[in-house]
């Protein structure tokens, strides 16, 4: 299995590609291509074309949560492309999403209009579920580990007023085969570890080949501080004794100290990606 980071945060090293606060990546199984989230804007797809890969041509697009820097694309794409079904958790409709991160009050909602243009198109999500031989949809997190701090700046707005948001609407994948479980993060809001565990519960594999995806440990700043190094720390301590074989590849929403914090524990089975990062597994 290949996938391909359409968009990241951060840059090719050596590839003029573009980059965005948003992530959306490419891989293709069980004989069909698939498409997790579509960045901020459309500029995935201008990637995509610089990169040799065909976007008309995929099945399926799976949208983790409903945060702009993961939706934002959608719209555009679905305008290239007329075949691919779009799934996506059942808790999404309805709601405006708000981030209060760095004291300003954000709109970070994604354009539910795009629905109403393109109602046959979408399929809502109500529980963990195959969508192909090997492919499932990871929905309903456990919460046997902490979730991230971070997710103390983001709201959803019910009956006009802001509360916090529990992150119903999130989603994961999982790709099972003999070698392992290859889950796909997202942001992670659910937390790293709750998601992976999700994932093995829902599917029965215990070994976890590589998680993929950011894991929403942003880097603190002057207003805002959120896991300590320690706990960054247990994070990757915890994957390092659950699931010796992990890889871990990440980035986005995954902050440069807490990659510096994780690499320490994890070595070579830590990866961070970028728009155009590409990677075979399996």
Request: aromatic share 10%; charged share 20%.
């Amino acid at each position: 299995m290949k996938l391909t980071l359409l968009v990241d945060n951060h840059h090719h090293p050596e590839q003029d590609l573009l980059s965005e606060h948003g992530i959306s990546i490419y891989f293709e199984q069980d004989h069909y291509k698939w498409l997790l989230d579509t960045g901020n804007s459309p500029i995935f797809i201008e990637n995509a074309r610089t990169l040799g890969i065909d976007l008309t041509d995929v099945d399926y697009v799976l949208i983790s949560h409903a945060h702009k820097d993961h939706t934002g694309g959608l719209a555009a794409f679905l305008e290239i492309n007329t075949k691919a079904m779009v799934f996506l958790s059942a808790n999404i409709p309805d709601q405006r999403y708000f981030s209060l991160r760095h004291g300003d009050q954000r709109d970070i909602s994604w354009d539910y209009s795009v629905v109403e243009k393109h109602k046959h198109r979408f399929k809502w999500m109500y529980e963990s579920t195959y969508l192909s031989e090997t492919v499932a949809v990871i929905v309903n997190f456990q919460t046997v580990f902490p979730a991230p701090k971070a997710n103390s700046t983001l709201f959803v707005e019910k009956d006009q007023q802001l509360l916090p948001d529990q992150f119903k609407h999130e989603m994961a994948v999982a790709l099972c085969s003999e070698e392992g479980l290859i889950v796909f993060s997202g942001c992670a809001h659910n937390g790293l570890l709750n998601t992976i565990r999700t994932s093995v519960e829902f599917t029965g594999i215990p070994k976890i080949r590589a998680c993929i995806g950011g894991a929403h440990l942003p880097d603190k700043n002057n207003e805002t501080s959120y896991e300590c190094d320690e706990e960054i720390l247990t994070i990757g301590r915890l994957i390092k004794e659950q699931y010796p074989e992990m890889k871990l590849i990440t980035g986005h929403c995954t902050g440069r100290h807490a990659q510096r914090l994780l690499k320490s524990v994890l070595g070579e089975n830590m990866d961070v990606f970028y728009s155009g990062y590409t990677s075979e597994i399996l």
